[in-house]
Nanobody
């Protein structure tokens, strides 16, 4: 199994910034797509941003121009820089990785982080 450790959430005023990190550890052969999802109270989990192994990115319309996703393949880490935060960005943010683990008997699956709370006050 792979372990994901998220950090960087917190309470911030509207207009502020936060940077989320998600570091993966374990016997990792490769990581393909990486992404961030969020779930607001009473709502379904939604994709915020994704990044492929080649570095192509995609964003939810609601965060385009404000959020930036990036990855450090050497550190098996994905980041989400969030600027100009709005109260509607409040929620629990989860990282998501398409990972292949193992050296001989490899297995591919989608791993989820434990979630980190982001609260934006107005």
């Amino acid at each position: 199994q792979v372990q994901l450790v998220e950090s960087g959430g917190g309470l911030v005023q509207a207009g502020g910034s936060l940077r989320l990190s998600c570091a993966a550890s374990g016997i990792i052969f490769s990581i393909n797509a990486m992404g961030w999802y969020r779930q607001a109270p009473g709502k379904q989990r939604e994709l915020v941003a994704g990044i492929t192994s080649g570095g192509s990115t995609n964003y939810a319309d609601s965060v385009k121009g404000r959020f930036t996703i990036s990855r450090d393949n050497a550190k098996n880490t994905v980041y989400l820089q969030m600027n100009s935060l709005k109260p509607e960005d409040t929620g629990v943010y989860y990282c998501n990785l398409d990972v292949t683990i193992g050296l001989i008997n490899r297995r591919s699956y989608t791993a989820w982080g434990q979630g980190t709370q982001v609260t934006v006050s107005s």
